[in-house]
């Protein structure tokens, strides 16, 4: 069975520091992974994605995340947090067959502390 | 910009009640979903739709149904609402196609936040 997932339902982390959100995946083929984020009450907006070609990809808002196929990992990173970046962070994976079939993580709330 | 529009940010309904979500993409995509997000659960999908007059269950169809009579609008329907479908709803499209000019990412709405009593 395909599956994603954030092994942390929260993360605590103080303005301008580093952040690193986790996910790792565990599915049969070549996956396109992406991260997506959720305000309150909101609803989800696309941050970035890596279809192929170098690990590291950068997306919006400052974000990046590194694609380890090796140890199956997507972590979602930020040199230096922004209170403004507490919300919540999803982690989704879809199989090159099946463009349809979303796998999300249960989600990462992550809290910004000024 | 890209736009999807889910028509009722917050309803409350009672239980027995017929309940119509509605959401409209302005992006022209073949693909239209429904998603049930609950704390805990992320997000699973409900149903989604390939073409027009076409749907196919997803992973929680039970209590629900939908309508894709136009290409831009997909709506979700509880024909009787129960309080276990208190839940907020995410409505999502994505374009067609498999290689790299379209790589998959959805386009959500805001959700529609539904209370049954």
């Known amino acids: 069975a395909q599956s994603v997932a954030q092994p942390e339902d929260q993360v605590n982390v103080a303005e301008g520091n580093p952040l690193t959100v986790k996910c790792t995946y565990s599915v049969s083929g070549n996956p396109y992974l992406f991260w997506y984020v959720q305000y309150p009450n909101r609803g989800l907006q696309f941050l970035l994605k890596y279809i192929t070609g170098d690990n590291l990809v950068k997306g919006s808002y400052g974000f990046e995340a590194e694609f380890n196929k090796s140890q199956t990992s997507f972590h979602l990173k930020k040199p230096s947090a922004l209170v403004s970046d507490s919300a919540l962070y999803f982690c989704a994976v879809i199989l090159r067959h099946n463009f349809n079939k979303f796998y999300f993580g249960s989600g990462t709330k992550l809290n910004v502390k000024p | 910009d890209v736009k999807v529009t889910q028509s009722s940010r917050y309803l409350v309904k009672r239980t027995g009640e017929k309940v119509f979500l509605e959401c409209v993409q302005d992006?022209?995509?073949?693909?239209m979903f429904w998603y049930r997000q609950d704390p805990g659960l992320g997000l699973r999908l409900i149903y989604f739709s390939y073409d027009v007059k076409m749907k196919e269950k997803g992973d929680i169809p039970e209590g629900y149904s939908v309508s894709r009579e136009k290409k831009e609008r997909f709506s979700l329907i509880l024909e009787s609402a129960s309080t276990n479908q208190t839940s907020m709803y995410l409505c999502?499209?994505?374009?067609?196609?498999?290689?790299?000019?379209?790589?998959?990412?959805?386009?959500f709405g805001e959700g529609s936040r539904l209370t049954v009593l």
């Open positions: 992006m022209d995509h073949e693909n």
């Open positions: 999502a499209s994505r374009g067609t196609g498999t290689g790299l000019s379209n790589t998959g990412e959805l386009f």
